[in-house]
């Protein structure tokens, strides 16, 4: 896996273009935000992240689909449970994963920052292979981008607290830590 900074897209990894994205107003990357997602809720492997990051999301299939599938959302990365990595969005452009966050005095952290998906939820520990490929990505990122720095990698809830839970008390920050990607930050 390798980041090409001049197109801000990882070779040797899946691309699933997203159309949801605008241009970041400063160039700026200096944070990265971590969440989970699973659709339907729960449920692994299906392919609907996917779809759904690129506005194809089949509303009849799920009633959960039905309240969602008018979002316009997308996140840089998701990582799947058997640890494939898909990006969606060049690392160069604003993916819409935050909404409505502020990180420290600063906010829409969309401007700024990495959002990574892992397929997921609240309560269930994260796998291996998602550990396996997260911690890779964090590095060639922070290598990319500098102002990355272990204490500026997050998790949603920390930015948009009392409005997402992402990624959630299952999330083992200190896998993070112990490899040196992430430290303590204000938030934990
Ligand atoms: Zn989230």
Known sequence: MQLDTATG??????????PNFNKRPDGEVSLLVIHNISLPPGCYGTG?????????????EHPFFETICE???SAHFL????GAITQFVSCLDRAWHAGVSRFG?????????IGIELEGSDFEPFSDAQY???????????????AITPER???HSDIAPGRKTDPGPAFD?????MAGVSSTNEFR
């Open 9 to 18: 897209w990882c070779q040797g990894i899946r691309h699933c273009p997203s």
């Open 48 to 60: 609907k992240v996917q779809q759904f990051f690129q506005n194809d999301l089949p509303a009849s």
């Open 71 to 73: 979002l316009q959302v």
């Open 79 to 82: 990582i799947e449970r058997d």
């Open 105 to 113: 005095e600063r906010e829409g952290c969309n401007d700024f920052s």
């Open 132 to 146: 396996a490929a997260l911690i890779p990505l964090c590095q060639l990122l922070q290598q990319a981008y500098p």
């Open 153 to 155: 990698i997050c998790g």
């Open 173 to 177: 920050w200190q896998r993070l830590r």
